[in-house]
């Protein structure tokens, strides 16, 4: 394994296992003493963010992507569970047409941002070998609440874990503070 890779793997594992930010110099660390160039960690996680990612514009919803909120419902279904001591829960689904991966996230009882946060979508495969993508930033509805829609050009289906974290708006691409998963 090249030192990239090996600093690739370091900071998957930190970020997906739920590292805040009293563990980033934990990380940082480990890459350095490993010899790794400064700018890895960084270029390794805005490459995982932006690894086969395509985002939905915010203003189109299912119907509009060529797939109905009846055809995400008949694909694979997951309950999100609070993981942050709160109450804010969800439901997502994922499911392919015509060669596309289609997703959508609906959350409840979410956490009141504060000013300079945001939500944001992730798909896990498995995050020891990097196996992790940003499904973009949720939105949030008149009725209180969150959605996030979401296609990809090809089938990553097999990504079955989805994670929503508090992001800062710091332009840090790392996943932040996990609210809910599966």
Known sequence: MNKS????????????????????????????DLNIPADTQERAIQEQRNTNAVSVPEDE??????????DLQRGA?????????????GTAWTTQKNGK??????????PVLEAGYFYEGWLVKNPALGQFFSTGEMTQ????????????????????????????????????AHIIEN
């Open 141 to 176: 509805e008149a009725s209180g609440e969150w959605l996030l829609e979401y296609t990809h050009d090809s089938d990553v289906t097999d990504y079955e874990k989805v994670v929503i974290t508090l992001e800062p708006n710091d332009g840090d691409p790392a996943p932040a």
């Open 5 to 32: 890779h090996l600093g690739l793997a370091i900071v998957s594992i930190a970020i997906m296992s739920g590292c805040g930010a009293a563990d980033t110099d934990t990380v940082s660390n480990a890459v350095q």
């Open 61 to 70: 919803d299912a119907a509009e992507l060529d797939i109905t909120f009846e």
């Open 77 to 89: 279904k997951v309950e999100l569970l609070d993981v942050s001591g709160g109450t804010a829960s």
């Open 101 to 110: 991966t289609y997703h959508r996230v609906v959350a409840k009882d979410m």
